[in-house]
């Protein structure tokens, strides 16, 4: 229990800051939709779907390699010296190369008319990728308050950036007409001062790292270099083969998509928008990620680790089986967060979204087997038959059933992962885990779903609506902690209210 304990409180400092950050998405949902037109909006998401592929092949797996060798004592003189020249030297010649091929990027990404939004995305990505070892070693040296505050201070720049720029700018703009505020004002320029306040902020976020980047000596050991990236570079197919499994829909919507609007973009906008309503799942899934890589790590050397990672997966399907409830039963509610109500006919697939997320928290759950056991290559043959899964479903089904085809792809790639990482995993490193129990969790929250959608199909009254929801969502919750008293028992603070 102490090292659930130690997994939680990491989790906290991480997540705090994952969370504002993934947030700040989030929060922006409502602004960006109000002050975005549709097809800016679905302009947006193209460059931060196209964004996400870069950021893979920026980081080519390092950052796991990274944690992975730093368990190894031999190694820690050199390991981030080395790996922080590779990713310096590779970001610098990416860069350089990718500005030479941006018409073409931008015809991949569906933005040809706007090229200069895929120079910047460029450069946020070439800021991020340099970031990305002193995190690690943030994260490696068990330091999150300083990891919380980079990550935090440069987020706030981030809104801070982009409020002027959508909301102040026009302001100082009709009280100065011959001031430069005019020129700012523009309202065609939604999206590129989006990706402008992303910029600053990765930029910031590099600044704020100084401390760290000052710790690198130019030492570079060849051979740690050649392990860390054998073992690495599966890593690269796992991450691009994710990367087309969570944003390859996007840009299949507008290579693929018939427009029942008449305008693809809005299409895609809707799809984004309606995306981000599973945004607690996610932001959870993230920020648990972050605390539990290098804690996965660490436990491998350890007595009976297998016990604590069943552990923590009781836990994690238990919070991810609550927030489906908390997102999908006050849908109704939820939906204000998209001020653009064209969108909101895109709200029904939510729920699949909300599944698909919990299998892929699962999923990386599971993939801890294949990273202490140095078997990497398996999680990329998982991630290849994900993205195949992916591929397929949105290729054949996107041309006549648009985004709903796209949130079933997700739906069937993650859980299709999921089911084959646990049986490829219980052969190769068994850990007990409760399946039957954790899978009894999922089917409950799916037919009380389905119960709600019922109850006020028959009376549709907001009023009965919350009130249903409310009793639905808290028996569950008394429901679970009856059963699972003994181990909430042993939680910190929880666990004194249930003794």
């Keep these: 229990m102490a090292g659930i304990k130690q997994l939680a409180g990491q989790t906290l400092w991480y997540g705090a800051s994952s969370i504002i950050a993934r947030l700040l998405t989030y929060i922006l949902t409502p602004y960006l939709t109000l002050k975005l037109s549709g097809g800016s909006y679905g302009d947006m998401i193209l460059v931060y779907a196209l964004m996400s592929f870069l950021n893979i092949i920026y980081t080519y797996g390092l950052e796991t390699g990274f944690f992975r060798f730093s368990q190894y004592p031999q190694y820690k003189k050199d390991l981030y010296n080395t790996t922080s020249i590779s990713i310096i030297i590779s970001t610098i010649l990416l860069t350089g190369l990718l500005l030479l091929c941006i018409s073409p990027l931008a015809g991949f990404a569906n933005v040809a008319d706007h090229p200069e939004y895929i120079t910047i995305a460029i450069l946020i990505v070439a800021f991020d990728s340099l970031s990305t070892i002193p995190f690690a070693k943030l994260r490696q040296d068990g330091r999150p308050l300083k990891y919380a505050f980079v990550r935090l201070t440069s987020v706030f720049l981030n809104i801070g950036t982009l409020y002027f720029l959508l ?145 923590v997966m009781k836990f994690f399907v238990i919070i991810i089986c609550a927030m489906f409830l908390f997102v999908a039963l006050y849908l109704d509610a939820w939906k204000y967060f998209i001020q653009n109500p064209v969108f909101w006919e895109g709200l029904k697939i939510v729920p699949i979204l909300l599944l698909a997320n919990m299998f892929l928290g699962i999923y990386y759950n599971l993939s801890v087997w294949y990273k202490i056991t140095n078997k990497v290559s398996s999680g990329a043959w998982i991630t290849i038959g994900g993205a195949l899964v992916t591929i397929t479903i949105n290729y054949l089904f996107i041309p006549r059933y648009g985004y709903m085809a796209s949130a079933w792809a997700t739906f069937f790639c993650y859980g299709g992962m999921m089911v084959a990482c646990y049986i490829w995993g219980q052969k190769e490193y068994p850990v007990p885990y409760a399946w039957k129990k954790l899978s009894a969790y999922i089917v409950i929250v799916v037919l009380l779903f389905y119960l709600h959608r019922l109850l006020i199909y028959l009376w549709s009254d907001m009023t009965f609506n919350y009130t249903t929801a409310t009793v639905i969502l808290g028996a569950f919750l008394l429901f679970v902690l009856k059963i699972e008293k003994n181990e909430f028992q042993k939680l910190p603070v929880v666990g004194r209210f249930l003794k």
């Design 167 to 311: 909301s102040v700018t026009p302001k100082l703009a009709a009280a100065n007409p011959n001031s430069f505020f005019s020129v700012l004002n523009n309202k065609n320029m939604g999206t590129t001062y989006v990706i402008i306040a992303n910029l600053f902020q990765s930029a910031f976020a590099v600044l704020l790292l100084w401390s760290e980047f000052r710790l690198i000596r130019w030492h570079f050991n060849v051979k740690l270099w050649k392990e860390i990236m054998i073992y690495s570079l599966p890593m690269l197919i796992v991450g691009f083969g994710g990367m087309i499994n969570e944003t390859m829909d996007k840009l299949m919507l507008g290579w693929w998509g018939v427009p029942a609007t008449g305008d693809i973009k809005v299409e895609i906008g809707t799809y984004g928008a309606c995306y981000k309503l599973a945004i607690l799942i996610t932001v959870f899934i993230q920020a648990f990620r972050l605390g539990a890589e290098p804690f996965f790590f660490k436990q491998a050397s350890g007595e009976n680790p297998q016990r604590i990672y069943a552990r």
